[in-house]
C-alpha cells in the first residue's frame, strides 16, 4: 500500500499564505459590509426620526401661532389688521401643512404614518371651525365668534397638541431602536474583528511553525505575516490594548496613541492610569467576570485621557489563553461613544423643551391653558379631601386693547411679560398661575382659610396699578380687574371659573382695577 503524499515546504507556504488571504479578504469584506450598515443606520436616524422630530416641533409652533392669531382676530377692531391676520393664518396653515408632509414622507412604520393621518385629519377639522368663526366676525357676532373659539375650538388645538407630541414621541422612540441596531452593529463588528485578528495570528504560527523547519525563506514570510497583522491593528479605527496576565501594558494601536495621547513608551509593562474613580468599581468587577468566565465581556464604562479628558467609551474584553488553557493575555477594544452620548442628551434635552412648551406660555412663562386647568382639577379634588378652601382669581388687564392699538402688539407683549412677572413675585411659591386666554390669567391660591388671602389679591391689584411696566416704547402703566371665588372642592372646574368669571365681569362694572367676589363667597372667611 503507498504511503500518502507529503505536501513540499512550497505546498505547505502556498496553502498557508492561502488561508490568511482568505482571513484577510473574509475580514475586510465583513468590515465593510458592517460599516456601511452602520453609516445607514446613521443616515436614517437623521434623515427620518429627527426629521420627523423636528417637523412635528414646527408644525406644532405654527399650529399655536394660528391659534394665537386667532384670538388676536377676536381682540381687534380693525379691518386692517383682521386682514393681515387672514393672511398670516393662511401662510401659517399651509405651512403646517408642508410640515405634515415632511413627516408623511419620512415617519417610518405603519403606526407612526396611522398618527400622521390622524393628526392631519384634526387639522382639516379645524378648518370649517376658524372658518365659522371668521364668518362670525365678519357679521359683527364677536360674542358668538369667541364661544365658538374658546369652546371647541380651544378643545381641537388641544387634541392637535396632544396628536403633535406623540409624533414627537414615536420619531424619538424610533430613533433610539436605531441607535440601539447601530450599537450592535458596532459591537459584533468589534468581537468579529478580535476574532478574525486571532485566528490570523494562529494561522501565522501554524505557517511558521512547518517551514521554519525547512528554510530561511519560511522566516521571511512569517516576518511579512506579523507585518500584516500590525498593518490591522494600526487600520483599526478603535483603540485596542493588549494586556499580561498581571495587568501590564503590553501593546497600543496607532488608535489608542490618538484618542488617549499615550505611547507605548510610557506604558509597557504599566498599568495604564485612565480609569475614573468612580469607575473603579464597575472595571474591577468587569474583569473579575472575564477571569473568572474566560468569555468576552462587554460594559459601558468612561475613561480618562492623558491631559484628563473623560471619554465616553463601550469596553469588549476577551482572554488569550495558553496551551494549559490558562489566561495569558487580555484584549480589550474601546469604542468610543462619546458622540453618541451627547446626542442621546441633545434628544433628552429636545424632549424636555418640548414638554416644557407643551405645558407653558410661549410669551410669558406660565403655564398654558391646558395645564392650569388640569392644576384646578388637582387642587379641587385636594381641598375636597383635605377638607379645605382653595382660592380662584380670574385676572383681566384692564384696557389693555388699547395698549396694542396704541403702542402696537409687541409693546403689549412687554406689557404681558412684565405684568407676569409682577404677580409672580407676589404669590407664594406654591400658588399657581397660568395663562387662560389673551390678557387673561388665572391664579390657584390653595389653603385659603383665613381673610389674609384677600391680601393676596389686593396686593397683586395694588403692585399692578403701582408698578411702571418696562416696554420698548417706555414704561406704561396698567391695572388689573380680578374676579374671585373660594370652593372647598365640591365643585367642577368649570362651575368655578365661572363664577370667578362672573365675579370678574361686575369687578369691570364697577369701574374696573378693583376686586370683585362671586355671589356665594363669604367675604368674612376669605
Excluded at 179 to 201: A, P, R, S, Y
Excluded at 241 to 251: A, K, M
Aim: hydrophobic fraction near 40%.
Amino acid at each position: 500500500m503507498n504511503s500518502p503524499k507529503r505536501l513540499n515546504v512550497s505546498q505547505r507556504l502556498k496553502w498557508g499564505f492561502t488561508l490568511l488571504i482568505l482571513i484577510f479578504i473574509l475580514f475586510g469584506i465583513y468590515t465593510i459590509y458592517h460599516g456601511l450598515k452602520a453609516s445607514r443606520l446613521t443616515r436614517t436616524i437623521y434623515n427620518h426620526p429627527l426629521v420627523v422630530s423636528n417637523a412635528a416641533l414646527q408644525a406644532n409652533v405654527m399650529i399655536t401661532k394660528m391659534h394665537l392669531n386667532m384670538k388676536n382676530l377676536l381682540l381687534s377692531s380693525s379691518p386692517s389688521k383682521n386682514n393681515d391676520f387672514l393672511i398670516t393664518m393662511n401662510d401659517q396653515e399651509n405651512k403646517t401643512y408642508q410640515y405634515l408632509d415632511i413627516i408623511r414622507e419620512k415617519i417610518l412604520g405603519g403606526e407612526g404614518l396611522a398618527l400622521e393621518t390622524k393628526t392631519r385629519k384634526l387639522l382639516d377639522d379645524w378648518q370649517p371651525i376658524r372658518k365659522e368663526v371668521i364668518g362670525l366676525i365678519r357679521r359683527g357676532d364677536k360674542e358668538a365668534a369667541t364661544s365658538i373659539a374658546m369652546g371647541k375650538g380651544a378643545d381641537h388645538i388641544a387634541a392637535l397638541e396632544k396628536k403633535m407630541l406623540g409624533l414627537m414621541n414615536y420619531a424619538r422612540h424610533k430613533a433610539f431602536e436605531f441607535m440601539q441596531e447601530n450599537d450592535k452593529t458596532h459591537f459584533t463588528m468589534n468581537i468579529i474583528g478580535v476574532l478574525f485578528l486571532l485566528l490570523g495570528t494562529l494561522a501565522s504560527i501554524i505557517v511558521a511553525f512547518f517551514t521554519l523547519r525547512k528554510t530561511r525563506s519560511a522566516e521571511i514570510e512569517l516576518k511579512e505575516s506579523g507585518e500584516r497583522l500590525k498593518a490591522i491593528l494600526k487600520a483599526t479605527p478603535d483603540p485596542i490594548v493588549i494586556y499580561g496576565n498581571q495587568g501590564e501594558t503590553e501593546y497600543l494601536n496607532p488608535a489608542f496613541v490618538n484618542r488617549f495621547e499615550w505611547s507605548l513608551d510610557e506604558l509597557k509593562g504599566k498599568r495604564i492610569p485612565f480609569v475614573p474613580d468612580d469607575q473603579k468599581q464597575i472595571t474591577l468587577e468587569k474583569t473579575e467576570e472575564l477571569f473568572r468566565s474566560k468569555n468576552i465581556v462587554q460594559f459601558e464604562t468612561k475613561r480618562l485621557t492623558k491631559s484628563k479628558k473623560r471619554i465616553d467609551v463601550i469596553a469588549s474584553a476577551s482572554c488569550i489563553k495558553n496551551q494549559k488553557n490558562e489566561i495569558s493575555k487580555s484584549v480589550v477594544i474601546l469604542k468610543d461613544i462619546t458622540d453618541r452620548k451627547q446626542t442621546e442628551r441633545q434628544l433628552e434635552s429636545l424632549n424636555l423643551r418640548l414638554e416644557h412648551e407643551a405645558t407653558h406660555d410661549t410669551l410669558t412663562g406660565v403655564l398654558s391653558r391646558r395645564a392650569i386647568l388640569d392644576i384646578l382639577d388637582r387642587e379641587l379634588t385636594r381641598a375636597k379631601r383635605s377638607n379645605t378652601n382653595l382660592g380662584i382669581g380670574m385676572c383681566d388687564i384692564d384696557y389693555f386693547k388699547q395698549v396694542n392699538d396704541k403702542y402696537g402688539h409687541q409693546t403689549g407683549d412687554d406689557v404681558l411679560s412684565c405684568f407676569v412677572k409682577t404677580i409672580r413675585d407676589t404669590l407664594r411659591t406654591y400658588d399657581f398661575l397660568g395663562r387662560y386666554g389673551g390678557e387673561e390669567f388665572l391664579m390657584i391660591i390653595p389653603e385659603s382659610l383665613t381673610s389674609t388671602d384677600q391680601g393676596v389679591y389686593e396686593r397683586v391689584r395694588k403692585k399692578i396699578a403701582d408698578r411702571k411696566m418696562d416696554t420698548r416704547s417706555g414704561k406704561l402703566s396698567v391695572t388689573v380687574s380680578i374676579g374671585i371665588t373660594i370652593s372647598k372642592g365640591d365643585e367642577s372646574a368649570d362651575e368655578v371659573i365661572a363664577k370667578a368669571d362672573a365675579a370678574l365681569y361686575r369687578a369691570k362694572e364697577n369701574g374696573r382695577n378693583q376686586l370683585a367676589f362671586a355671589d356665594d363667597t363669604n367675604l368674612n372667611s376669605v
